[in-house]
């Protein structure tokens, strides 16, 4: 007998493989119980945390991860440079706040907790076009709609840029670009199609419709330096660096400016970086 995924839904043939991602144990079977009216979707992975769900990741590729924001030892939003660009991301989380954040980094949905059912019909249905669009040969890559590129004659351009310079950056989720001081940028990190940017005041923390190596060929390598896969920093901006322990590093950058938070990795490469020690 056919099983449907939903009173008044249509039945789908196609598996669909999830990922849940959330610290709190109840909140991961609620989940399950949940999808459980959705019998085409099949929960491949279940992660306590964002380094559980990355090593997870580093070997499956799920269709969608539901993904919670705010967790012990890092933010849902941490991990998105790690999934895989073929897979939709729906964020889970009991704090309206970060809708606005979600949709620009190009997740699939947001549910605010606790999950209504009805809410979680249609957010199966948006995996489902999703899926479709994707067989149907439409790209669903790591090129967000309207995601911009540089080409070889505008990176060339605008590589002796100094910190005085002033950019036209699109902002995620507008029509309309922003004006950036080079110099304002303290640090960028990549969210797969877009990057989070931290400004000195008044600006503050924003993101942008481009990605981190196109921010990577326009900005002085004499002031910005790699850190990690996933981050830039200007390191003459750089005021207080604090070690709270091997897996965990804050590097602050004056006043009304957002903290840094570094794992392991990027924390190493920034030490040698200052000339540190590995």
Not at 24 to 37: D, F, G, I, K, V
Not at 53 to 81: C, I, K, Q
């Amino acid at each position: 007998m056919p099983s449907s995924s939903s009173a008044g839904t249509a039945p789908y043939s196609t598996t669909i493989t999830a990922l849940l991602v959330d610290d709190e144990p109840r909140a991961n079977e609620r989940m399950q119980q949940l999808l459980a009216a959705h019998p085409e979707i099949v929960v491949s992975g279940i992660a306590g945390n964002v380094a559980e769900a990355r090593a997870f990741l580093e070997t499956h590729a799920p269709d969608v991860v539901f993904l919670d924001v705010e967790m012990p030892g890092g933010s849902g939003l941490g991990l998105l440079n790690d999934v895989p660009a073929s897979t939709q991301v729906v964020f889970v989380t009991a704090r309206e706040k970060y809708a606005v954040q979600a949709f620009a980094v190009a997740a699939l949905d947001y549910l605010v907790k606790p999950v209504d059912p009805e809410r979680l019909a249609d957010t199966v249905a948006r995996i489902h076009q999703k899926q479709t669009a994707s067989a149907g040969g439409q790209s669903t890559g790591d090129r967000g709609p309207g995601t911009d590129d540089l080409d070889a004659d505008e990176a060339v351009a605008v590589a002796v840029l100094g910190l005085g310079d002033v950019l036209s950056v699109p902002l995620a989720g507008k029509t309309t670009s922003l004006a950036v001081t080079v110099g304002d940028i303290c640090w960028i990190e990549s969210l797969r199609n877009y990057t989070r940017v931290a400004l000195k005041p008044p600006a503050g923390l924003l993101f942008f419709r481009r990605r981190l190596s196109h921010w990577d060929k326009v900005l002085p390598t004499s002031a910005f330096a790699r850190v990690g896969r996933s981050y830039l920093v200007q390191v003459a901006a750089i005021e207080q660096i604090e070690w709270s322990s091997r897996t965990e590093t804050t590097v602050t950058f004056g006043e009304g400016v957002e903290p840094l938070a570094l794992g392991r990795l990027p924390a190493i490469r920034l030490r040698e970086i200052l000339g540190g020690h590995a």
